[in-house]
């Protein structure tokens, strides 16, 4: 691969206990000399954890300013490599703790595992993704079934429009929160400090990249792209740990590097649809570390039963980010919020423009946090729920095409082979759904399609039978 070409690397080091700084440094500058790559396309090194402390690998990755990343054996040894080694496995747990490391976030290998007296590297490409490709790409100028954006049908309500054309009157004075603050704060029984309203989620995202300054951040995937997309605009390095779909995407023990001192995760996870239990994600939290759950789709799972909102007692920092983007149908007014420790809140606010938040979104942040728009939100959940298992019923009858884990938002993501020209015939038939290829850990044949009405998954199913050409 030409330096021109790349965008980016991982080198995968295995070490003895006690191996020179200096030595790990040569035989990294060869095998990036071997792949004519210079030393500025290296983003991490990454090894087995139980030699994330060695100064001789530390000290290489200060000099190369990247973060130095220990994976768990038990990670490295899902991992396939092509140059095994039997006496390795059975010392550390993995096969080949260089090309492993290197392998494991879905990257291809570029130099295989090349040894010195005490050490092995291996260089693979950091994966390619368009992490600002969003699912309204597929629909825009097109006149087709929308499939591929996850906002409700039919939304915003009439009695929500209504509000909203009220506060038209209003614009010639200057947005003024203390109300919908208040509301959203009552809604999460939060006191008012711990809620920072933003311009969309996506601001907040935007917000604690530029506040935070994490030594090793870690982002979660498969997982809405922005987070990674405005921490690596900030210049912050940001190590992927990808989730399994043997897993079912979900989180397994060990998952997250201990050292990790900001994690961000979603729940329900858009693209995969899963609901990681509120328990499984509060034994992220820790002294030390900020934990960011994304719970922009929380709203579409009945009672909302696996949330950390209202959760202010956890060790370290926890941050849960909320919209009101998919519910309400409101992505062009642009709300969301932010539940936080009250001293990060104030950072975060302090890093905003004055008045980020317009008049009209700042009552839709009221009303939508209000009794009346809670009991319908709960209504749409449980019609929600009928409306996937109709989905997930009619997919099951197609033999080429596989549902990972158990879906429990307002999409469901499929894998099927040759999921991109399937995608492309489905555009022909006049329906659109979202490419996975874009998310981290995906590839193309994965698909994510949205849940509808019954009457339009039965016509989306009819045409997904055409492109396939299975029968009943």
């Given at each position: 691969?030409s330096?021109?070409n790349?965008?980016?690397?991982?080198v995968?080091?295995?070490?003895?206990?006690?191996?020179?700084?200096?030595?790990?440094r040569?035989?990294?500058?060869?095998?990036?000399?071997?792949?004519e790559l210079?030393?500025?396309?290296?983003r991490?090194?990454?090894?087995?954890?139980?030699?994330?402390?060695?100064p001789?690998?530390?000290?290489?990755?200060?000099e190369?300013?990247?973060?130095l990343?220990g994976?768990?054996?038990?990670a490295?040894?899902?991992?396939?490599?092509?140059s095994?080694?039997?006496?390795?496995?059975?010392?550390?747990?993995?096969?080949?703790?260089?090309?492993?490391?290197?392998l494991?976030?879905?990257?291809?290998?570029l130099?295989?595992?090349?040894?010195?007296?005490r050490?092995?590297?291996?260089?693979?490409?950091?994966?390619?993704?368009?992490?600002?490709?969003?699912?309204?790409?597929e629909?825009?100028?097109?006149?087709?079934?929308?499939?591929?954006v996850?906002?409700?049908?039919g939304?915003?309500?009439?009695?929500?429009?209504?509000?909203?054309?009220d506060?038209?009157?209003?614009?010639?004075?200057y947005?003024?929160?203390?109300?919908?603050?208040?509301a959203?704060?009552?809604?999460?029984?939060?006191?008012?400090?711990?809620?920072?309203?933003?311009s969309?989620?996506?601001?907040?995202?935007?917000?604690?990249?530029?506040?935070?300054r994490?030594?090793?951040a870690?982002?979660?995937?498969p997982?809405?792209?922005?987070p990674?997309?405005?921490?690596?605009?900030?210049?912050?390095?940001?190590?992927?740990v990808?989730l399994?779909?043997?897993?079912?995407f979900?989180l397994?023990?060990?998952?997250?590097?201990?050292?990790?001192?900001?994690?961000?995760?979603?729940?329900?996870?858009?693209?995969?649809?899963?609901?990681?239990?509120a328990?499984?994600?509060?034994?992220?939290?820790?002294?030390?570390?900020?934990?960011?759950?994304?719970?922009?789709f929380?709203?579409?799972?009945?009672?909302?039963?696996e949330?950390l909102?209202?959760?202010?007692?956890?060790?370290?920092?926890?941050?849960?980010?909320?919209?009101?983007?998919?519910?309400?149908?409101?992505?062009?007014?642009?709300?969301g919020?932010?539940?936080?420790?009250?001293?990060?809140?104030?950072?975060?606010?302090?890093?905003?423009?004055?008045?980020?938040?317009?008049?009209?979104?700042?009552?839709a942040?009221?009303?939508?946090?209000?009794?009346?728009?809670?009991?319908?939100?709960e209504?749409?959940?449980?019609?929600?729920?009928?409306?996937?298992?109709?989905?997930?019923?009619?997919?099951?009858?197609?033999?080429?095409?596989?549902?990972?884990?158990?879906?429990a938002?307002?999409f469901?993501?499929?894998?099927?082979?040759?999921a991109?020209?399937?995608?492309?015939?489905?555009?022909?038939e006049?329906?659109?759904?979202r490419?996975?290829?874009?998310?981290p850990?995906?590839?193309?044949?994965?698909?994510?399609?949205?849940?509808r009405?019954?009457?339009?998954t039965d016509a989306?199913?009819?045409a997904l039978?055409?492109?396939?050409?299975?029968?009943?």
């Amino acid at each position: 691969m030409s330096s021109e070409n790349a965008v980016g690397v991982v080198v995968g080091v295995g070490a003895s206990s006690g191996v020179a700084e200096q030595e790990v440094r040569e035989l990294i500058a060869a095998a990036l000399a071997e792949a004519e790559l210079p030393v500025g396309t290296v983003r991490l090194l990454a090894t087995v954890e139980a030699r994330a402390g060695e100064p001789g690998l530390l000290g290489a990755a200060r000099e190369l300013g990247v973060p130095l990343v220990g994976h768990p054996a038990a990670a490295l040894a899902a991992v396939p490599v092509p140059s095994p080694s039997g006496e390795v496995l059975d010392a550390v747990g993995t096969a080949s703790v260089a090309e492993a490391a290197a392998l494991l976030g879905g990257g291809e290998l570029l130099v295989g595992k090349r040894k010195s007296a005490r050490s092995t590297v291996a260089v693979a490409t950091l994966p390619s993704h368009d992490l600002r490709h969003h699912g309204d790409a597929e629909v825009r100028d097109a006149n087709l079934v929308d499939l591929a954006v996850n906002v409700r049908t039919g939304t915003p309500p009439q009695w929500l429009r209504s509000a909203l054309a009220d506060t038209l009157g209003e614009l010639a004075a200057y947005p003024e929160q203390t109300t919908a603050r208040a509301a959203v704060a009552a809604r999460h029984r939060r006191p008012v400090e711990e809620v920072l309203l933003t311009s969309g989620a996506a601001e907040a995202f935007v917000l604690l990249a530029r506040t935070l300054r994490p030594q090793h951040a870690v982002v979660v995937h498969p997982q809405f792209t922005e987070p990674e997309a405005a921490l690596r605009d900030a210049g912050i390095p940001v190590h992927r740990v990808l989730l399994r779909a043997a897993d079912g995407f979900r989180l397994t023990a060990g998952a997250v590097p201990e050292q990790a001192d900001l994690v961000v995760i979603g729940n329900p996870t858009n693209p995969t649809s899963v609901l990681h239990p509120a328990a499984v994600l509060a034994e992220l939290a820790r002294p030390g570390r900020t934990l960011v759950v994304d719970e922009a789709f929380m709203d579409t799972v009945p009672g909302e039963t696996e949330s950390l909102a209202s959760l202010s007692d956890l060790p370290g920092r926890v941050v849960v980010l909320r919209s009101l983007t998919k519910t309400w149908g409101l992505a062009g007014l642009r709300i969301g919020y932010v539940l936080g420790p009250a001293p990060l809140i104030a950072e975060l606010g302090a890093a905003q423009p004055l008045w980020p938040v317009s008049t009209p979104a700042l009552r839709a942040a009221e009303l939508c946090s209000g009794e009346r728009a809670l009991t319908e939100a709960e209504a749409a959940a449980a019609e929600l729920t009928a409306h996937r298992a109709h989905l997930l019923g009619a997919l099951a009858g197609f033999p080429s095409l596989r549902v990972h884990g158990e879906p429990a938002a307002s999409f469901v993501l499929i894998e099927l082979p040759q999921a991109d020209r399937v995608r492309d015939r489905l555009r022909a038939e006049g329906f659109a759904v979202r490419r996975g290829d874009t998310f981290p850990g995906l590839g193309p044949d994965w698909l994510r399609i949205a849940v509808r009405a019954p009457q339009t998954t039965d016509a989306f199913v009819a045409a997904l039978r055409r492109v396939l050409g299975d029968t009943p």
